[in-house]
């Protein structure tokens, strides 16, 4: 009887630390600055490094083996193709040269400020967030890589979000539709400007976002082409973002806001390019 | 309960996010990602101590805010009482009982996206949420209690191969009944 009371008191006890336990973490956590949260991530997120690098491992052998099973005539048709896109690109590039110049010079008469130059690295997509409510996915390039917070990430379609979070091998990047990755975009026919942001029809088809902040009186129309404005701190201007499907227009409103289709499929992504900048500001 | 079973139990939560991040196919298919850690706060909750239950609370959500855009450890607390609740009430569960097992995960699982729900609302964050979520939640639902079932049969295994019983290689005075839990 007395044993059984002792095993009473003792599970009480050992309920009431856990409780306790659990309650100060969570409040900690929960307060933590928005640095040191992320610092916690970060370490948090080590102990899955093993599992990426199997995953990187077996991607790699399984590239070996599609490469290897490539018969070479195809493989030589293929580079053949590649050195002549590889030439005409430079051509072009030199064309450009000349406008980049002339451009940089009128902004100098003009006393604008120049647009941030940087390059762009190439990054393979490893993950994607686990919470259903964000539109997220992880990347195997990282801070060591030169990779910063805010960095706009793209594909060859279009903007594809920027970087959320940060590791030394590793990054979390926001897609744009996520409420945490807004986007000054502008309407390339009617050169009106907008915010790209999360829609309730976000949830249901991932590539369906809400423009809003259009003018009242706006003259944007289905199938116009949106484009990032260059006004946000993040994200250079004339990177292609998606198509308008809808306007609504709404009596007695001062905005209109509009549905668009962004021209990148994120569940199909594989591969991103993070346009790495050397003076990024910070949020 | 031996440390090896801690051990296994919590490996299997690290091994779940991992896969939960990396293996789309639930979310190209029916539009949803399954929590795998639920389903192990309910195996620990049925077969494990109060320690290894905070253990595995306190690695998971960290683990699992760690691959996602989610506030640091904002499902702690969901999981945490989600397993107290279960943890007190164990005895009045049969364990054994696939159904209850697959009750038990369906329910932590449906309750512990909502906890977190809450807290996000509360703290001021914007999660997208539409009427399409409620499919999404069906789907969390059925695949926490499919999930449960299966962190019961690999966790259980695990058990046995680890720890070693005793009762098996001793002299037998009485019929055998079985392995008791």
């Known amino acids: 009887m007395r044993s ?171 897609l744009v539709g996520n409420p945490l990755c807004r986007v ?98 910070k949020q | 309960m031996n440390c090896f079973h801690t051990a296994s139990i919590l490996l299997a939560a690290l091994i779940g996010v991992f896969l939960e991040a990396v293996v789309t196919l639930p979310r190209d298919l029916l539009g949803a990602q399954v929590n795998p850690l639920p389903a192990l706060v309910v195996y620990a909750a049925l077969h494990s101590n109060m320690a290894t239950l905070t253990l595995l609370v306190i690695c998971g959500s960290l683990w699992q805010s760690s691959l996602s855009a989610d506030p640091l450890g904002i499902a702690l607390l969901p999981l945490f009482l989600v397993g107290v609740f279960i943890e007190i009430n164990r005895g009045q569960f049969a364990r054994r009982e696939r159904f209850v097992r697959f009750t038990l995960g369906a329910a932590a699982s449906a309750s512990v996206p909502l906890f977190t729900l809450f807290l996000l609302l509360t703290i001021g964050h914007e999660p997208i949420v539409n009427w399409f979520s409620l499919w999404q939640w069906v789907v969390v639902t059925v695949g926490g209690g499919v999930l449960t079932l299966l962190a019961f049969f690999v966790l259980d295994w695990l058990k046995n191969v680890l720890s070693h019983n005793t009762k098996k290689h001793a002299y037998l005075m009485t019929p055998d009944m079985g392995d008791p839990e």
């Open chain 1, 4 to 174: 059984l009371r002792l095993m009473g008191d003792m599970r009480k006890t050992s309920y009431q630390i856990a409780c306790g336990i659990v309650a100060v973490l969570a409040l900690l956590l929960l307060s933590l600055p928005s640095r040191s949260a992320a610092r916690v991530k970060v370490w948090a997120g080590h102990f899955f490094l093993p599992f990426f690098g199997f995953q990187k491992g077996l991607q790699k052998i399984s590239g070996n083996m599609i490469d290897s099973s490539l018969p070479r005539s195809q493989l030589l048709n293929e580079l053949k193709t590649l050195r002549q896109t590889n030439q005409l690109l430079k051509m072009e590039l030199t064309r450009f040269d000349g406008v980049a110049l002339e451009n940089a010079r009128l902004k100098t008469q003009l006393r604008l400020k120049p647009n941030a130059r940087g390059q762009s690295r190439l990054a393979r997509v490893v993950g994607r967030g686990t919470a259903n409510w964000w539109r997220t996915i992880h990347i195997d390039l990282g801070e060591r890589d030169g990779v910063q917070v805010n960095h706009p990430v793209w594909a060859e379609q279009g903007l594809v979000g920027r970087v959320l979070e940060v590791s030394p091998y590793r990054a979390q990047v926001a």
């Open chain 1, 184 to 281: 000054s975009v502008k309407v390339s026919e009617t050169e009106e400007s907008g915010v790209l942001t999360a829609a309730p029809f976000t949830a249901v088809d991932p590539r369906l976002v809400g423009l809003v902040h259009l003018p009242a009186d706006t003259a944007t129309a289905p199938e116009n082409t949106v484009f990032t404005s260059g006004l946000s701190e993040f994200f250079p201007a004339n990177i292609p973002v998606g198509k308008i499907v809808s306007v609504y227009r709404s009596h007695g409103s001062v905005e209109t806001t509009a549905r668009v289709r962004l021209l990148v499929d994120s569940s199909r992504l594989q591969e991103v390019w993070v346009m790495i900048q050397p003076k990024m500001a």
